[in-house]
C-alpha cells in the first residue's frame, strides 16, 4: 500500500492553511493516510470548534470511499440508493471539502477542510490536492 | 480568547429561569463557556429528563458553530449544503434553542435550552442572550 | 419517589460553593435527583475541566448505589468484592466526594464535587448534604 | 481565558519532531488548546497507530486538570485517592507524555506525545514545553 509521508502531508495542509488565509476563512485542515489514519492536523485560530470534528470526518469519509465526499452526498439524498450511509463508521460527512489524495495514479491519503462554506471548504481542499500532484 | 465567568453563566440561567416561569414552561437550561465545556445547568420540577441532554447540545452546537442552532438546521436539511452535519461532535442539535453569547462584541460560550416548543425554548434562550448583552 | 426540587438542588450547590470560597478552591459541583439525572451544575473560574464529567460520576455512583462514591471505592479495590465496578455504567468514580442527598429519611438525589484534593472534594460535598439536612 | 495560537502550537510541534529525529523514534504529537481542543497533530512515518488517540488523550489529561499525565498517574494507582479516575471523560491516559503549556505564567493548553518509551515520550514533550518558555 502506497501511502502519504508525514513531509507529503504538512505539505498539503500548509498548501491549505495558504489558501485559507489568500480566502480570508479560518479552517481547521486534516489529512489521513492511505490506512485512514490521522497525519497532520492544524486549526487556525478563530476557526470553529465544531470543525475539528469533522474536517478529520471529511478526510476519512474521502478515503474510505475513494471519492470526494460531496460525491458521496449526492447519491446519499433522501430516496438515494446510498441514502443514510453516514451514521457507518462512526458518523461520515456527505458534503464537500474532503478529498482522496492521488500520488503517481494511487490513492495515499485524504484531505479534510472544514470552516467556512462548503464552497470554501472546496476550494481549500483542492488546492491542497493540487500541490501533491504537481 | 474571552471566556464567560460563573456568576455571568449563572446569570443568563436565572433570566431563563424567570422568563420560562413567566411562560409556565418547565425548562432544561445549559451554559457552556468559550471552549465548548459546561459551566451552568439547571433543570426545573416536571422538565422533560431528555433535555438534560439536549439543552447542553444545543448550547455546544451554537459555540462550535457561532451561530444558532436553528440557522445550522436550515442548512442542513436534505439537500442543504451541510445535511447530515448533526452525525459530527458526538451528536448536534440543529433546531432552535442554543445561542451564542456576547460579551464586548466576542463570543465567549453559548446557551441551550430545551423542554418545551422550539418557539418556547428560544424565546427563553433570547432573554438569557439579552441579560448579557445589556 | 421523593426526589429533590430545583430550588433545593440550587441551595445544596449554592452551599458548596460558599464552602469552596471559604477553603480557597476551584470546584466543580454537580446535583443529581433521585432519578441519577442531572438537576443542577456549576464550574467556579479556574476549575478543572475534567472534573465537569467527574463532579456528575460522582453525584452519579453515589445515588446508584445509594452509599458515598468513596465507600464504593474500599470494596472495589484489587481483589475487593466489587473490583472493577466502576468500568460498568458508562464508568463510575469511585473515591470521595459523591454523596447522597437525605431529606426525611429517605434519599432523593445526590451531590458530587471535583476539582481538588479528595479531601477538600468531600468537605464540599459534605456541606452541601448538611444545609438539606438542617 | 489565554490560549495558544496556531503559529505557537505548530512551533511546539515542530521542536517535539526536531527532538524526536534526535532521539530517533517516530512519534505522534498533538497540541491542544486551553479549552481542551485539538490545535496541531502530526504522526512520523512509521509511528504506531494506536498513539494517534493516546497522544491526544494525554494532552486533554494534562490540560483537563493542569498538571502531567505521569503526575494524575501517580496518584490514581491502585490505593491511591484517585484510583481509576481514567474510566472519566470518555478515557484518560494517566502515564508521561502529557504537559501543560504554560506562557507568561497561563496555562494556555497541553502538548501530548506517544510512540515510544514512556521515558522518551516524555522527554519529547519537554522540548516542547520548553520551546514555548523561552
Redesign the interface.
Known amino acids: 500500500m502506497s501511502t502519504i509521508?508525514?513531509h507529503q502531508?504538512?505539505s498539503v495542509l500548509n498548501t491549505c492553511l495558504n489558501k485559507s488565509e489568500e480566502l480570508g476563512v479560518a479552517m481547521n485542515i486534516a489529512v489521513v493516510?492511505a490506512?485512514g489514519?490521522?497525519?497532520?492536523?492544524?486549526?487556525?485560530?478563530g476557526a470553529?470548534?465544531?470543525?475539528?470534528?469533522?474536517a478529520q470526518?471529511k478526510a476519512r469519509t474521502a478515503r474510505f470511499f475513494n471519492m470526494e465526499s460531496g460525491a458521496l452526498?449526492e447519491i446519499?439524498?433522501?430516496g438515494g440508493p446510498l441514502f443514510n450511509i453516514?451514521?457507518s463508521n462512526g458518523?461520515?460527512?456527505?458534503?464537500p471539502g474532503g478529498i482522496p489524495l492521488v500520488l503517481d495514479g494511487q490513492i495515499v491519503g485524504a484531505v479534510g477542510v472544514s470552516g467556512s462554506?462548503?464552497q470554501d471548504d472546496l476550494e481549500v481542499a483542492r488546492a491542497g490536492v493540487e500541490i501533491l500532484r504537481s
Chains 1, 2, 3, 4 share one sequence.
Do not use: H
Open positions: 509521508t508525514m502531508a504538512q493516510d490506512g489514519n490521522l497525519k497532520a492536523f492544524a486549526r487556525m485560530d470553529w470548534l465544531g470543525s475539528i470534528d469533522i470526518r452526498g446519499s439524498q433522501p453516514e451514521v458518523g461520515l460527512i456527505t458534503f462554506t462548503v
